[in-house]
């Protein structure tokens, strides 16, 4: 294992590349890159170099790596990657300093010293994700909200002020400030980061997949697992092969009437289309320069929806802009600047960078645009939404009618307040302005606000069984909207302020109007949400609710107007005013001069500095807080938010060899693009579930459920959330929903897949899920991995693999096998196989065996296996990252070099 003191790196010059860069009063150290490369090579890979030429040790394995880069990783060789932060966020973050809490323990039980573990390099958490969405559409739903955030997850918030207080290098930025990908791009990404007087770029780390966001600002990064973000914490380097990059050519302005929000639909569709997942973007030309950062940012944060690494805008004019607009100092834009420009990291709109291939978009051809009913990259241009609408409700319809067509839409009468409501399928049950996708970006949500205005002037008024929300990622949004005069009418409509993070976009939209969801379950009504947000996966955004679109903030206030899908925004009113006169879309859209002249007269830098000026220190309740400083955490036993997890439980010094599987359970059989919200929920915990059976008994009211995010410290709830969307189909227990499969030791009788898997673990028969086409999409979820593990599955067999999920799997010690023949229901017809998966022992020579034989029932499939570089072999052989990680600081406190030479992949 290769340790490091600090992030200057070696501290060597085996290439020659040091240089000084005097600027802002300083004299810094850098390693200057252009020495090794010609200038066409992609400015992500440039910060790659930069990455591997400060961490040479001088021994052939940096040698091949440098060069590994310079052939655009044609010679198959992986690098390894340091990070310079780790980025976390509170569902996250509370298993990673769970698990740092864990190692700590364990390494006191083998004889170490517990004080090793410890993050190295800074590490910084935003509580955004737990505040859900209660109360709506009133003054105190803010207030409310939060009461109610605080209540839900006062064990989580001690544990976290804990962490912050014993763990050296870690920061919390407390709840209510605002979503974590808006705090990183408004206030706490660097660019250039200077540290012991080296100066070399801020490549963020991330336990979201949307750590992309950052990217619009030219910073490298991208999400990965939170085991992995605790290998990094721990000064851990993540191997990686060198990635295709795909350069996606800018061209022309968009025409007025289009968003930045359409504008990432289709690039969204355009670069799903093309493929590019495990592949960086970058983006060039001259359509760059028409982009402002708030909407390179945009584009940036739905990398993953893309399906890439990251999605890369190099620094330019525009980004100085945007740091001097925030609030960041003229030492700090002076310093990004000259390095930028001194290592190549600028954006000419005139260069041409030797990419893997390239993609074309003209600006000007974007349109208005939705995304729905389940995909991000299912776009739906807005003249086509009306009919785009019925095709995929018939659809939803034939399968909950066991195949037969729908000839006519459910409807159902709800009374509100005590009139009576006559609503059809495509009912909008939800209408949130939300994520950081575009509530970052001011002026979509200037946009919003006076198309919030011209609305109430034009007498018009949201539906009244539409929930309607405003949960911005940034306190200076509501600053932005106090001084333009925007909130009243944007109260007028509903959108009342309900918190600051994440909310409906991560599932906490909270319950839906009481008598709609009466109406959902009384009548099976099939309702819409509407959300500018990033993800409207099956099952997300509401139990309740079967289709999701991603709209601009400006269309979510259309559609709440409107109250329904099943309307062509283009043709057709939203409403009618107090006189009959029909409205339109277009009568009450704000021109984009108008947009400019608002955010010109209300938005300004002090804003960003007064709303950062103390980001760490939180409210009242925050520093209310009174948790002591120790070593150790003391776990209290009856807690149902935090208990200590098993995975290190009798951990040996040594890993135990590696053996082929034999006689596996097929635990789960799932079809083609099941995501980590199907695998691994955040929303809440319904009741019935097989979770809410074990609160129930642990006397926690249903009330007090909350849900599986702000549960993720307790592995006995997430354990029983495993495969528990409601929404995901077990083809082992056909006709089932949910988390549920079939007992083979019982005979084959029907059983919750935590109880079945308890007793295949009991009885010592291994376990393993069974898949087909990009397998674990969506959110980087540790415990859409962490679940299966201790669940006991052994292995994932599917026809591919997401490239976040894939690492999560290896990570925790679960195998990734990919299929080379057939798929699902050629290996496992009916679930009832026995799964043998032989070859796996070659691991144990220190050789990962290019396939393995997957033998079913006589027959045999060949699969590759998906340890795709030395150090992902070195994870799965250990047991994990984190078995792997205290090893190491073992050998290293007892001063074996030999043990830690075996650990160097």
């Known amino acids: 294992m290769r340790g490091r003191n600090h992030l200057a790196g070696s501290g060597l010059d085996t290439l020659g590349t040091r240089a000084r860069l005097e600027v802002a009063g300083q004299s810094l150290t850098y390693h200057r890159i252009d020495r090794l490369t010609p200038a066409d090579l992609p400015v992500s890979l440039r910060i790659l170099l930069e990455n591997v030429a400060r961490f040479h040790d001088g021994t052939s394995r940096g040698d091949e790596q440098v060069q590994a880069i310079l052939s655009r990783g044609a010679s198959g060789t992986p690098v390894d ?23 700590r323990d364990a390494m006191a039980a083998l004889g170490g010293d517990p ?40 064990e989580r918030y001690r544990f976290l002020k804990w962490g912050q207080q014993s763990l050296k290098n870690f920061s919390v930025v407390p709840p209510g400030t605002g979503i974590m990908h808006q705090v990183n791009v408004e206030h706490l990404a660097r660019v250039v980061m200077v540290e012991d007087g080296w100066a070399f770029p801020d490549v963020c780390l991330g336990t979201d997949s949307h750590t992309t966001m950052v990217n619009g600002l030219g910073v490298l990064g991208w999400g990965i697992g939170g085991i992995e973000a605790e290998a990094a914490m721990l000064g ?156 995929a409700v018939d659809s939803i319809r034939k399968q909950g009618t066991n195949g037969d067509t729908a000839t006519t839409a459910a409807t159902a009468t709800v009374v509100i307040d005590g009139t009576a409501h006559e609503v059809r399928d495509g009912a909008v049950a939800v209408a949130a302005i939300t994520s950081c996708t575009n509530t970052s970006n001011p002026a979509v949500m200037v946009g919003a606000g006076l198309l919030a205005r011209n609305a109430v002037r034009a007498g018009l008024r949201s539906k009244p069984w539409v929930k309607t929300t405003l949960s911005p990622g940034s306190r200076v949004v509501m600053d932005y909207y106090r001084r333009a005069g925007l909130i009243p009418d944007l109260e007028a409509l509903g959108f009342h302020l309900a918190g600051f993070g994440c909310m409906t976009c991560i599932g906490a939209s909270g319950p839906l109007i009481g008598p709609v969801s009466e109406a959902i379950a009384d009548t099976g009504l099939t309702v819409a949400s509407v959300l500018s947000g990033n ?121 135990e060899a590696v053996q082929d599987i034999i006689g596996a359970r097929v635990l789960v059989k799932l079809g083609d693009q099941v995501t980590t919200d199907h695998i691994s929920p955040a929303g809440a915990i ?42 995901l189909r077990n083809k082992v227990a056909p006709g089932t929903r949910g988390g549920r499969t079939l007992n083979f030791l019982a005979g084959g ?39 299966p593990a201790l669940l006991g599955v052994r292995a994932v067999i599917a026809q591919s693999f997401e490239r ?16 080379l023949e057939g798929g699902p229901d050629d290996l496992a017809p009916t679930g009832a196989e026995a799964i043998t998966v032989a070859g796996l022992e070659t691991l144990n020579t220190g050789r990962v065996p290019a396939t393995v034989r997957v033998l079913s029932n006589g027959r045999a499939f060949a699969a590759r296996v998906r340890l795709d570089t030395p150090r992902e072999a070195e994870y799965f052989r250990h047991g994990g990252v984190m078995p792997y990680v205290l090893r190491g600081l073992l050998a290293a406190t007892a001063g074996t070099a030999e043990t830690a030479s075996e650990m160097r992949p």
């Open 115 to 154: 004080g090793l573990v410890n993050p190295v390099i800074a590490s910084e958490l935003v509580v955004d994700h737990s505040v859900i969405a209660d109360v709506f559409g009133r003054p105190d739903a803010l207030t409310r909200n939060v009461e109610l955030e605080y209540a839900r997850n006062g």
């Open 236 to 391: 851990q380097s993540m191997s990686a092969l060198v990635p295709d990059v795909v350069g996606v050519r800018l061209t022309g302005a968009l025409p007025a009437g289009a968003t930045a929000t359409d504008l990432v639909l289709t690039i969204t569709e355009l670069l799903r289309a093309h493929g590019v997942i495990g592949k960086f973007v970058e983006f060039h030309g001259t359509g760059v320069s028409a982009l402002s950062v708030a909407d390179r940012v945009t584009i940036a944060n739905m990398s993953p929806e893309f399906g890439s690494t990251c999605a890369l805008f190099p620094v330019d004019d525009e980004t100085l802009r945007y740091l001097r607009f925030t609030g960041r100092s003229e030492a700090q834009l002076a310093l990004v600047e000259a390095y930028a420009k001194e290592q190549g990291l600028w954006h000419h709109p005139g260069s041409a960078p030797r990419f893997t291939d390239t993609v074309d978009l003209d600006l000007s051809t974007i349109v208005p645009s939705l995304a729905g009913p389940s995909r991000p990259e299912d776009r739906v241009p807005l003249d086509q939404a009306k009919a785009r609408f019925r095709t």
């Open 686 to 727: 319904t009741e019935g579930s097989t979770a809410a059976r074990y609160l129930a008994q642990l006397g926690v009211p249903r009330s007090d459920f909350n849900t599986y995010a702000s549960r993720r410290g307790n592995h006995q709830v997430m354990m029983r959330g495993a495969f528990a969307n409601v929404r």
């Open 535 to 655: 993800r409207n996966f099956e099952g997300r955004i509401q139990p309740d609710v079967a289709m999701n679109y991603l709209a601009s903030p400006p269309l979510v206030i259309a559609y709440a107007l409107t109250g329904t899908m099943d309307v062509d925004l283009r043709t057709e009113p939203l409403g009618h005013g107090p006189q009959g006169d029909p409205v339109y879309l277009h009568d009450i859209w704000p021109d984009p001069a108008e947009i400019a002249d608002v955010m010109a007269g209300s938005i300004d830098a002090a804003m960003f500095t007064d709303a950062y000026a103390n980001v760490f220190a939180g409210d009242r309740r925050w520093q209310d807080i009174n948790v002591p400083a120790t070593e150790g955490f003391a776990w209290d036993e009856d807690s149902t938010y935090i208990r200590r997890p098993p995975y290190l439980d009798d951990m040996a010094r040594e890993p």
């Open 804 to 819: 976040i999920h894939r690492s999560n799997l290896i990570a925790m010690g679960i195998l990734p096998l990919e299929l």
């Open 81 to 103: 990657l340091y990070a310079s932060r780790v980025f976390l966020h509170d569902t996250n973050g509370v298993p990673t300093v769970v698990d740092l809490a864990a190692m």
């Open 749 to 787: 009788g029907e059983s919750s897949i935590h109880d079945a898997a308890a007793a295949y673990r009991e009885a010592g028969v291994p376990m393993v899920v069974v898949a087909g086409r990009d397998y674990g999409g969506g959110s980087s979820r540790d415990w859409a991995a962490k679940g």
